[in-house]
């Protein structure tokens, strides 16, 4: 058992400043009295969708794939090797945010090509199924799926890392703990941005944020579960990531906003990871919003988490072995769906 390593990073921009206060002033009410209804969150898919007209970062490449049910892409920076992807070099597994509800491969495209610029690694975006076409259950098994198919595919679960924000940092948690529990070996490394990791609210009641937050109406999120949860009724302890078992996790890094509501989920998760002797670090960022790196190419901070986090990516990666065993590889791959190469974009 070890104690938590956290990390305070106190120095924020004038341009932090300004986008606190659209969040709180704009975003916030919105978000407040937006009704968590189907009909509601029907225009939800219309923001990915706007998104998506948008062209990548100038020098990343992009290739669309359809994977069984769901679509990804391969985002590549300037700096990583043209051509299809070396799974000897490995990659980085990417789940958007966006409460299960919204986002998507466009929202996050910028985040996620700023993330294998300073990885130095292509990243597999994943578009996995969202509510109401499916709910946290099945998002979850479309990440699982992802991962499988980076293992079939020969890319060895030690150069693989999970990241992902909000939503998103919920499943990279979740597709973690599921892998290792159905024996599949567990990926390189972990990155939560702003991770939503308890659906038991009863100690993020009372943690000093759930006021303060300027983007998050952390009082909405018990409606949130009841939307998208698999199952009526109570909360499930099963369902938060903080719950499990968390022994055969992978080194962790976590950033979070200073004032944001799921900052109560961060602490919880990093004193449990310590307690079950794995290595993790909460990063804490001052005068941020929630899930603030996805504002690449916006906001200083942002690009300073995600060098933070490429370097993580890079250290776990080079700390693992070049080469898995034979026997340790994944060579049955009937249960693969053939992969349809949807576009390929420069």
Known sequence: MGAPRIEHRVRFSARAR?????????????????????TALRAAPLLELVAGLRKAPVGTRTELLR??????????ADGVAPGLPDPAAGAVLYFHGGAFIGGGIGTHRRCVSALSRTSRKPVLSVAYGQYPK???????????????????????????????????????????????????????GIVGISPLLDWDCTERATHANLRRDAYLPGGRLP??????????????????????ELAGLPPVLLQVAASEVLRCDAEVMVRRLAAAGVDATLQIWAGQVHAFPVLAGLLPEAMAALIEAGAFVQQVTSAAAAALDDTDRLDDTDWLDDTDRLDDTA
Request: no cysteine; proline share 9%; charged share 15%.
């Open 134 to 188: 499916t709910h946290v259950a099945g998002s979850v098994r479309d990440g699982v799926f992802a991962y499988r198919w980076l293992l079939a595919h020969g890319y060895p679960a030690e150069r693989i890392v999970l990241a992902g924000d909000s939503a998103g940092g919920y499943l990279s948690f979740s597709v973690a703990l599921d892998a290792v529990a159905a024996g599949l070996p567990a990926p390189a």
């Open 223 to 244: 409606a949130l579960y009841r939307l998208v949860a698999p199952l009526a009724g109570p909360v499930d302890p099963a369902l938060s990531p903080v719950n499990r």
């Open 67 to 76: 994977i069984a049910g769901f679509v990804a892409e391969w985002v590549k």
């Open 18 to 38: 300004v986008i606190d206060g659209m969040a709180r002033w704009v975003a916030r009410p919105v978000l407040s009295l937006w009704p968590l209804t189907p």
